[in-house]
């Protein structure tokens, strides 16, 4: 079991930014690749963000150039660095965990691959 908690979720002004932060753990499976998730109102779960397990950073359309995505050595720290924020990105933002770690080249993949789900932190865009 991997045990994800995020914080780092509030409110932020249309052109502002945030910090979400993911502390992993409890993981008995070696390696495992991490990312995010986002739930807007009325939407379905969709992809933000993912780390391969050889380092690559992989973005939805949506967030790419405004979002940057990093971990640290040991794969239990995962941060979300949001810039130029839109009132769009106002979402529930969950950290997600993969065991094993699927090949993903260009996109994030479904959420029905990713095993370990944090309880998510919300995050606010006002225009």
């Known amino acids: 079991e991997v045990l994800l908690v995020e914080s780092g979720g509030g409110s932020a002004q249309s052109g502002g930014s945030l910090r979400l932060s993911c502390a992993a753990s409890?993981?008995?499976?070696?390696?495992?690749?991490l990312g995010w998730f986002r739930q807007r109102p009325g939407k379905e779960r969709e992809g933000v963000a993912h780390?391969?397990?050889?380092?690559?950073?992989i973005y939805s359309d949506s967030v790419k150039g405004r979002f940057t995505v990093s971990e640290n050595n040991a794969k239990t720290t995962l941060i979300l660095q949001m810039d130029s924020l839109r009132p769009e990105d106002t979402a529930m933002y969950y950290c997600?965990?993969?065991?094993?770690?699927?090949?993903?080249?260009?996109?994030?993949?479904?959420?029905?691959?990713?095993?370990?789900w944090g309880r998510g932190t919300q995050v606010t865009v006002t225009s």
């Open positions: 997600v965990g993969q065991w094993p770690c699927l090949p993903y080249t260009d996109s994030v993949g479904p959420d029905d691959e990713y095993n370990f």
């Open positions: 409890g993981s008995t499976y070696g390696e495992y690749c």
């Open positions: 780390i391969t397990a050889t380092g690559k950073k």
